[in-house]
């Protein structure tokens, strides 16, 4: 990989990290999503600049080019990060309704047709 | 004993083996205060254990970690007007005739008085050595960030005015809300205060801190957020 694209992907790294760091201080993202997203931006900086080991990466996938093995590497993240994003937002869902349905069931029924006596005249 | 209503927030998540017990220990204690359990969604018998108890109950229909618990009795004490609280592990862990100690503290003209395993020798129960380190590097942290000279940063043994847990009911860590409220209350100006008290160890059910995932993540967790707490006072500084 030529040192241009090395610093073009730190540069994109080092504002991925202020942005995500900016996100928590303004509580727009837990500590555990930023920890993530630090953890990512770590290995991917490394895998970009150690190449020895972004060598043993692309001759593992396959690919023509270093840069293409970092492309997969955050194809897949991207995959997982994906997956885990739908089981929690349906964990999510389940517990609004579950929260929702208890809300309901403890307010005070209102309106509705009298019960002891008749429906008009 | 500071002047005022004062109530004890217990938050509890799958604690039937203890809880029962805990309570009983501090009515017998007779101190004054109303006691809170906060049930944490728990899916055992904890909320069975206190039927008939004269205790006050808030349950969450899930459980949402114990900063979230601890943060609904915050906002309970809020409420309900309570002019001091004393926050205690439901675990037996904190032994109620120690929360006396607590209280005696800060009637001395401090806003928030911690309970120490770490400040002098109590006795009791000895915190593992890795454990015991960890504190030692989050108390370091503290004193560095936000200039508050306390051992015991993770202590859940707590008491404090209004004044500190009207802020903390609106802005408290969801987990693991430990040295990173120490470090925001001493970059706030609050009055910080640790007494050293007897710990027990627990003898029934499983720590918040036992899986390995939580060790692994906790240390890192507790640094990033020390660091976000004097990032966010600074910019509050800055008025943006």
Known sequence: ?121 | MPEGRGVIVIPAYNEEENIGAVVVELLEESLGLDILIVDDGSKDGTPDRLRGLPVHVLSHPMNLGYGVAVQTGFKYAVLRGYDFLVLMDADGQHVPSQVRLLLEELDRERDIVIGSRLAGDAGGYRIPFLRRAGIRFFSFLAKVLGGVSIRDVTSGFQAMRREVFLLLAEEYPTDFPDAEVVIMLGLKRFRLAEVPTLVRERKRGKSMYSSLGTVLYYPFKSILASFIVLLRLFREREGR
């Open chain 1, 1 to 121: 990989m030529s040192f241009q694209a090395k610093l073009m992907i730190s540069a994109l790294l080092v504002g991925n990290a202020i942005l995500v760091v900016e996100l928590l201080r303004k509580r727009k993202l837990t500590e555990s999503y930023t920890l993530l997203w630090l953890a990512v931006i770590s290995c991917t900086a490394m895998a970009t600049w150690a190449d020895r080991l972004l060598a043993r990466l692309t001759r593992f996938f396959g690919a023509a080019a270093p840069v293409s093995a970092l492309t997969l590497l955050s194809l897949v993240f991207v995959l997982i990060m994906l997956i885990y994003f739908s089981m929690k937002i349906s964990r999510l869902t389940r517990e609004l309704k579950e929260l929702a349905q208890q809300v309901a069931l403890r307010t005070p029924p209102s309106g509705g047709r009298d019960r002891g006596g008749g429906s008009g005249g």
